[in-house]
């Protein structure tokens, strides 16, 4: 069997092989490790994944406990660690003022990807409604009040409401994210639902109607009140037979002896 890396075991491996490279350059580096061309489709692609993995140890850590030791110290370095993925030599150098950065007609060109893609997602109908992202909001409430049950695990509440706060923010910012990371964070925190009500399974009906409400924003139902109630019957019924299964099967009691 082949062990898998957690984020930051998986972050921590990449970036030592980057520093520790007998390269000259960081860009020569970072090609040698990602054994990609700097600048080749394949660079870009397999540096996103670095920061995906580092977005991930981000998040795992404000999911720890508030005050927990190893949290407060690793959040204090993470900038060091973003320096590395994204290193940032000369942010603070008036040498190289923002209009440096890039020539203005090659940024407009990303303004123009912008264009091609809002025309296919008209054509393909993927546009989000409004009341959608408006019935996520409210959803929202329903995990807030789950945070104030005390038999919610510490990292669990925590992870919740970082989660539950990200979300909101986005929210806040559609206009400028769009709706893309919106349904990213909504599926992540119902992937954390589907772990409270297996660490939880008391608190299964409460987690299952604030999931209730994620899987109608997912979903972009309109009917959202029947459904709503169909989509939490179902999800405790799921949770009662993953219980069964856990469980094995009850032992059969036999039949009491006929006095006759």
Known sequence: MIAINNPA???????????????????????????????????????????????????????????????????????SWYDVVVPREHWQSPEVPPSDLIESPVLGLLESVGDIFDLQDREAGTAVDRTALERLRESLH?????????????????????QVAHIEW??????????????TAASQLLGTGVSTMSRRPSLAKRTATAMAGIILFLTQVEDGIDLASGVLDGLVQVRDSMVQMLDGPRELTAPADDPH
Do not use: M
């Open 9 to 79: 075991s998986a972050l921590y491996e990449i970036l030592n092989r980057v520093v520790r490279s007998r390269e000259s350059t960081i860009a020569k580096s970072w090609s040698a490790a990602l054994e990609a061309p700097i600048g080749s489709h394949e660079f870009i692609q397999r540096h996103c994944e670095v920061v995906r993995l580092f977005t991930a140890v981000h998040q795992r850590l404000l999911g720890l406990p508030e005050g927990d030791r190893a949290r407060s110290r690793s959040l204090q370095y993470l900038p």
């Open 170 to 183: 986005l929210l806040e910012n559609v206009e400028l994210f769009g709706a893309e990371p919106v349904v």
């Open 142 to 162: 329903a995990w807030r009040d789950l945070l104030d049950e005390t038999a919610l695990p510490e990292t669990l509440a925590t992870q919740i409401r970082h």
